[in-house]
């Protein structure tokens, strides 16, 4: 997956501006950077949800805002908000969202690892927002996805289900599937990371492996010199 030049603006805001940087196939992909950096923005027009104003953004080799449906169905998506319909039941919604792939995951493994099982009676409307996620990112994975798009994907978890998620991604991971997170945790970056991209007011200022954009120093320190500067 590659973003190339992206630039994206909401009037005077430059959400994207000219933001270049690069997921390595079959690797775990940390976004770092603060809130308004541009996170959110760069996953939905890798996703399709939003056309760029400028640059280029290749997901399996396709530009997202073209896509067909045949490649929409290779790539899973958790964004921070939304998607899931009020009404209906965890399991009565994965079952039908397995119906729309052809080879999807198994639900009651998937349901039972991320804890879906103790929730499962219950509406989507009436969870709290740890059970929300939880449902969302298996929806992210039940159809299997070669690239997996995962925004802000631990917020609201307790402890305990933010390892149980960090377990679960590595091993999707391990298992091919390139995976792509945001997140503005630098413990959340450090557990899952094998690439780091650092961003800060719409632009990617540090790109590498941990060893490569941490060097001798922590990831704190890099982390606030590098933002301190773009924000100045």
Known sequence: MTVESLKRHYGSVRACDDMTWVAPAGGITAVLGP??????????????????????????????????AEHRARVGVMLQSGGLPNGTKPLRLLA?????YAVPADISPLASRLGIDAFSG????RLSGGQKQRLALAAALIGRPEVLFLDE???GLDPHGRLDVYDLLREVAAD????????????????????LVVIS????????????????????????????????
């Open 153 to 155: 994907p631990t917020a």
């Open 96 to 100: 039908h969202l397995a119906s729309l």
């Open 35 to 68: 809130n308004g950096a541009g996170k959110t923005t760069a996953i939905e027009c890798a996703v399709g949800l939003q056309r760029p104003d400028g640059g280029t953004v290749r997901v399996l080799g396709t530009d997202p805002w073209l896509s067909s």
């Open 201 to 232: 007011a719409g632009r990617a200022v540090a790109t590498g492996s941990p060893a490569e954009v941490v060097g001798d120093r922590t990831l704190e320190s890099v982390y606030f010199d590098l933002t301190r500067k773009e924000r100045a």
């Open 176 to 195: 091919g599937t390139t995976v792509v997170v945001t997140t503005h945790s630098f413990e959340e970056a450090q557990a899952l990371a094998t690439h």
């Open 122 to 125: 219950t509406t989507v409307r």
